[in-house]
């Protein structure tokens, strides 16, 4: 089984809806993120947690917002969807390492905004 | 702020060179940089991690070096196969060592046969 899986994998939904995309992870790690890539861009960073109690914003979190249920599960909303939030969204989990943290990234959700 | 690069164009080489990808950053000193594989519409999955206080670090055929000064990393696939055919994307640690990525926009890798 995947370690870190999300939920939906597409999406296609109109503007002005409401959607939530889930991540949920069995690495038992405590730091998780929510990154959106758009073509030459690369992975822009949404939100982060790094414990259940503990929600950051990113570069670019203006329109979403993140709830962590739980330490293993973190979900990203995108209250009002508009057409330029099309795009593919990552979440990935890391442990905390003094030498470095390393990610691990799910499937990836494709969303298209109508 | 903290600015990384990536070659944006394609890299195309043939089967059995060294593919060559570089990474070059400013406005920061990262403590650390990453290098991850990204195949189409699936999630990075990460390579290798060099520190700043190391110079060059190896995996089997991939080869990462990190020089401070330059600030610049290269990595390399020698003996390349066309299964090395993805995007490589660098990261490096985020101001104070949060633990949070900044991601160049990655550099797609072409092998021929």
């Known amino acids: 089984d995947a370690d870190v899986t999300q939920t939906p994998r597409n999406r296609i939904t109109k503007t002005g809806k409401r959607i939530m995309l889930e991540c949920s992870q069995t690495k038992g790690h405590d730091r998780m993120y929510w990154y959106r890539q758009d073509p030459g861009l690369g992975l822009r960073l949404i939100y982060y947690s790094f414990d259940v109690k503990d929600i950051n914003k990113g570069e670019i979190s203006d329109g979403y917002s993140v709830s962590r249920q739980a330490q293993a599960k973190f979900s990203l909303s995108l209250e009002s969807a508009i057409p330029n939030q099309t795009a593919l969204y990552f979440c990935?989990?890391?442990?905390?390492?003094?030498?470095?943290?390393?990610?691990?990234f799910g499937p990836g959700t494709r969303l298209t905004v109508l | 702020s903290q600015k990384i690069e990536q070659n944006s164009e394609a890299l195309n080489i043939q089967e059995g060179k060294t593919a060559t990808l570089t990474c070059n950053y400013t406005n920061y000193s990262p403590a650390y940089l990453q290098w991850y594989r990204q195949d189409p519409g699936r999630g990075p999955v990460f390579l290798l991690l060099?520190?700043?206080?190391?110079k060059e670090k190896r995996k089997e055929r991939l080869k990462v070096t990190f020089d401070t000064t330059l600030k610049q990393s290269l990595f390399h696939i020698t003996a390349s196969q066309p299964a090395d055919s993805a995007t490589y994307l660098c990261a490096l640690d985020h101001a104070g060592n949060t633990g949070k990525l900044i991601f160049g926009q990655g550099t797609t890798l072409q092998v021929k046969p």
């Open positions: 990935a989990t890391s442990d905390p390492n003094p030498r470095g943290d390393t990610q691990y």
């Open positions: 060099i520190r700043e206080n190391e």
